[in-house]
């Protein structure tokens, strides 16, 4: 679960930098960095959520 | 700071701890552990690690990235914010010069505005409206940051005289001045503006162009 578990940690981290420090930039990679990451760390999350309740029969 | 820029810090702080404890301690020191009892439940090691990754993952991470947003899509609507990208520091060093006679300046030291000045003008009414600007202001982003843009800017497509009348329209100044109803018809149509008589809005291309005597004073950084 590293891979998911690094890339919210970035987003996050992104998206603290901006309230810390609103610039543009910042403001440009919450939006279009930080929250890609985020969609590909819970997409990634929920395949793993879902294959292990298939393993264990419950879907 | 906003309630929303708090729950960024906050939940995004709880995030980073959580994460950096499942990614520096791993998995099996939380699934080693005795079962942790939660009122009448009993969670075993692996229960407890697997709440703390859904927390860590999934939960906090979602909230901490939707509270930046609101943060970013309400903070987006004041005059500060423009004034994020020096493309737009002549409209706000203008606004905020009392020696001005554009549009937006006597707007500004009339007060007819009280807040959120560049928002309210360049944002249409309704739930239509806030969105087009939304979307518009995402555009915006893209430009900047990647630096697809030439300077001076210039606005994209026409100023909406819906924005002026849906203020001025009606009101006593307004209605005693002959030539707003003889206008009336092709204000409502979009070939005329308000500032065709009232412009212009803002510093003109040629003043926020290098070379010109204006540049300097407009290009002034106003934060």
Redesign the interface.
């Known amino acids: 679960?590293?891979l998911?578990?690094?890339l919210?940690?970035v987003?996050?981290?992104i998206?603290?930098g901006?309230?810390?420090s609103?610039?543009?930039?910042l403001?440009?990679?919450?939006?279009?960095v930080?929250?890609p990451l985020?969609v590909v760390?819970?997409v990634y999350?929920?395949a793993r959520v879902i294959r292990e309740l298939r393993d264990h029969d419950v879907l | 700071m906003s309630l929303f820029a708090w729950v960024t810090l906050g939940v995004g702080g709880l995030t980073l701890v959580l994460g950096l404890l499942l990614l520096i301690r791993g998995p099996s020191w939380l699934k080693r552990t005795r079962p942790i009892q939660l009122g009448v439940v009993a969670l075993s090691g692996v229960a407890t690690y697997k709440l703390v990754a859904f927390f860590a993952i999934a939960a906090l991470p979602v909230a901490t990235l939707g509270a930046a947003h609101v943060e970013l899509l309400e903070g987006a609507k004041s005059v500060e914010a423009c004034a994020g990208c020096h493309v737009m520091w002549p409209m706000v060093n203008d606004l905020h010069d009392p020696a001005s006679d554009s549009l937006a300046a006597r707007h500004f030291k009339n007060r007819y505005i009280q807040g959120e000045e560049c928002y309210h003008c360049h944002s249409g009414y309704g739930f239509n409206g806030a969105l087009s600007a939304k979307l518009e202001g995402y555009r915006h982003l893209v430009r900047y940051t990647t630096g697809i843009y030439q300077e001076p800017i210039r606005m994209r497509g026409k100023f909406d005289t819906a924005s002026c009348l849906n203020c001025h329209e009606g009101t006593r100044p307004f209605e005693a001045i002959n030539s707003h109803h003889v206008a009336s018809e092709r204000l409502a149509e979009g070939t005329m503006s308000c500032t065709n008589c009232h412009g212009p809005a803002h510093p003109t291309r040629s003043e926020r162009t290098p070379g010109d005597a204006h540049y300097q004073g407009l290009m002034r950084d106003p934060l």
């Open positions: 679960m590293k998911e578990i690094v919210t940690l987003a996050v981290l998206a603290i901006f309230v810390l609103r610039n543009a930039y403001m440009g990679a919450t939006v279009f930080a929250t985020l760390a819970v999350y929920l």
